[in-house]
């Protein structure tokens, strides 16, 4: 497998990036060969701090950085040679199958929308997060690719949600819903009303409305929405769990005896942490491109980058992209879905 | 003051509501007359076991009660008699200044809605659900009264938010921010895009767009959006914060070294369970109505029910109506925001 990390632009700079990819390498034997993309002096530093001498490493020197400041598509028609537009590129001419970035999501979602276009019958891409809950896990999207949807895009993210658990997650049957202000059909906007009268048409363990009570109480694996919505519900939750976090530490440190009691339930409160920290579920992948697409946590440490290579080498492995077009074909060819494509 | 309390619906039974008023006409020397709207023979049931005596208490009688299964607009329809259909009319009589409900949210809603009508000058009604954060709080709203919003309801909500926050919570010049997928102008949706443009042109501290990350990082103190949004917002909190309070607890009795620690943790656990618990800030007001109408929680405790009534009392002396009254008739003179209501 031929992988592609774009190594600049993420919040902890290139020195993460490079680690995450050494750590990978040492792991996954299926990795063929992995492009570092990015400034070469910096990738070179990055290199001799990390000890990473692997062969199957290549260079492909970009001399500019898309920043997390910079507006996407103003930004990447200014820069033509940041290393996400060179990243996209080793994709788009079939030297890379998978990319990693940690860098601007919207500019990821720009350029790799741009250069790669969309899976054959796919109207637009998503962006899948994986949320941990109280037991599991359920994947929320589109997090934030197309922020303005049709119902026919919900429809199609019902789908692409339903395969990536399947296949990656390892869920069986999971449970898709669309999420909305309460269970009852007449809910909802039009929109979500549309798209639920197409996704009882589809081939899926399809449950109807979630509400936001529902999402954190494992009654649901797929939750679709569209992506303004999946944005703001995505960064609430990780705003709030950090909040938590940043309460627990101030109330846990405030006396001598309270300080005690956190060393002694130290581990429990290592789980929540865990819980709340999205590293450990290495990236959220963008479904519906040609290539596969992860987007990396912009303050991703070294784990969380391997756990986003190896998220992209299971996807390759397991040919999602492939089941996905099938998949998406049927739906089109039904007359249900069908009806809104024509 | 002249308070109505539903007595019906909430998921704790009569008793629970019967408590918290008691506990108010103990503390609250303000109200006149406090009227127990419901089941006759319940209500004397619950007096008796709380030993409420005051002479301020008058009973209304209703021989039915809208659940939390009925639909609201349905079961209002069948049940004419329902103890939250007596409570409304004893503010559209004038007899009561202020309602406090536990029971069916869209029920009271639509049921205040119709009823009591809008305040001159108000388009739709808002449900202000106060969020505790870091180290404060928030208010979101609308939190589910009116789902889908023209760019209007939204400033006016804006206006109605600010005069809550300044009155009731004490906060001076409060952050005014619309709930985005973004910070810049031209992110969000038609209307957002529009309301901020409306929001502008108000005599508020209106900082723009706020994204879902700023939430709770103590950045805005009230933040606008639809009533689609702000009930999966809110509900997505409800639930996130009760699976980490059941996540800490059974990590936290896993051994007996972490039940030592969360025993020596004590109070600064407390004090998370107090900040993922809603029942301090005494429920959700829904703003722009002829009367004072206070939603607390299906699940509210008598504290919860107490402090509902005190927000309540509060609300009444500061006479909030009047200045939502004064405000949005003033942002309505104003061109920017007027040319919308023409």
Redo the contacts between chains.
Sequence with gaps: MRIVVDVMGGDRGPEVVVEGARLALKDYSGISELYLVGNEADIAAARKKTGLQDKRVQIVHASQVLTMED?PVEGLRKKKDCSLLRAVELLKDGRGQALISTGNT?GMVAASTIRLRTLEGVERPAIAAVIP??HGHFILLDA?AT??CKPIYLAQFAIMGNLYCQQILGTKNPRVGI????S?EI???ELTREAHRLCKGLDLNYIGYV???????DKVEVVVMD???G??????????????G???KR??N?TP??R??????????L??KT??DPDIYGGAPLLGLNGTVIKAHGSANARAIKNAIRVATETIQHHLNESIVREISKANANEMVGAETK
Tied chains: 1, 2.
């Design positions: 507006k919207g809950s109280g934030g922020p303005e999420l909305s202000n309460g009852e809910k909802g906007t509400e936001g009570h529902d999402l954190f109480d992506g303004f919505l944005n703001i519900v995505l960064k609430t939750c990780e705003s709030m769990g950090r909040a938590v940043r309460f627990l109330e846990l405030a005896i309270r005690l009691g956190k060393v002694l339930a130290g581990n429990a409160l789980a929540l819980k709340l």
